[in-house]
């Protein structure tokens, strides 16, 4: 089988541990992947609410230094894409992928030429918010249920222009609305559940994940124990798959684990374990379905949009 998994904090983790990905303590090691036949990661670069201004800039640029340069160490095992070229050269050479994203656009530090900047040290998406608010808007616990800002809506312009996908994980329901309504191209909910299915604020409203299968965008299902409303992860995230399923989310239903960044349900512990996922999708909805949220979604939203 093969996995493509739209969001990992491992980058975040193995430099603040000033670890590598072949440690033994993360949920996504080059280890616990080697299951796999084709492997694609987007690992993330996480803002804490606690960083704005230069030192969230600052920060970003620590972090992906460190796994870029983590990254050239094992460059026989894995690959940094930064074009659909490089995603297919991985394959090829039967290497895993790796893509870099920002999670939370205060990294950007309130500067619109910090996108292209950004943009040139291989980022390829960007969650605009993390729970809090920054410069760019509401995250979906801000509390005053505020969307997007000018400076926001001028980054979601600014990112598409470069073929930075937007990502609207973690952001308030208005400002979700409000780049629906600026976007140009398809974005992404990189690991996000239903909430029809579990009722917390970082899940997704059957109106908001229609409007993203709609556009021909992608949806990550999220393992965090506490958006998936389940003790076993396999059986509740079946539940979110089987909804957003039914609302038309063939194609665009993949997984966006929120591996080393969550608390996980009691039946998955790392990567190496979704292949219980996989098969339960197998069982429930086919293999030709299973594989597309496993990895054909995911692969083909990336060929198609950046």
Not at 163 to 168: F, I, L, P, Q, T
Not at 260 to 281: H, W
């Amino acid at each position: 089988m093969d996995y493509f998994d739209l969001h990992c904090d491992t980058a975040t983790e193995i430099y603040k541990k000033k670890s590598g990905l072949d440690g033994e303590d993360f949920n996504v090691t080059l280890q616990k992947t080697d299951a796999y036949g084709r492997f694609a990661q987007v690992f993330a670069v996480w803002i804490d609410d606690s960083l704005r201004g230069e030192p969230a800039w600052e920060y970003f640029c620590n972090v992906s230094d460190y796994f870029k340069n983590e990254i050239k160490k094992h460059t026989g095992r894995i690959l940094f894409c930064r074009t659909p070229g490089g995603l297919r050269e991985a394959y090829g050479t039967k290497r895993k992928a790796a893509l870099l994203s920002i999670e939370g656009g205060a990294a950007l530090a309130g500067n619109i030429g910090n996108v292209g900047k950004a943009y040139e040290k291989g980022v390829r998406l960007l969650t605009l918010t993390w729970n809090g608010k920054c410069e760019l808007g509401c995250g979906c616990m801000c509390g005053d249920g505020g969307g997007l800002t000018g400076f926001g809506k001028d980054t979601v312009r600014e990112m598409q222009s470069f073929n930075m996908v937007v990502d609207v994980s973690h952001l308030s329901e208005k400002g979700f609305w409000d780049v629906a309504r600026v976007a140009k191209r398809p974005f992404a909910a990189t690991h996000s559940d239903s909430k029809a299915v579990c009722k917390v604020n970082r899940n997704l409203t059957d109106a908001q994940f229609t409007e993203i299968a709609r556009g021909g965008g992608i949806v990550g299902i999220n393992m965090c124990a506490g958006f998936l409303g389940g003790a076993l992860g396999v059986e509740a995230a079946l539940k979110h798959i089987g909804h957003f399923l039914d609302l038309g989310g063939e194609k665009a239903v993949a997984v966006g684990a929120d591996f080393d960044g969550c608390t996980l349900p009691a039946d998955i512990n790392g990567a190496d374990s979704m292949v219980k996922l996989y098969g339960g999708i197998c069982g429930s909805f086919g293999k030709e379905t299973a594989d597309d949220i496993f990895y054909n979604n995911a692969y083909n939203f990336f060929i198609n949009n950046i």
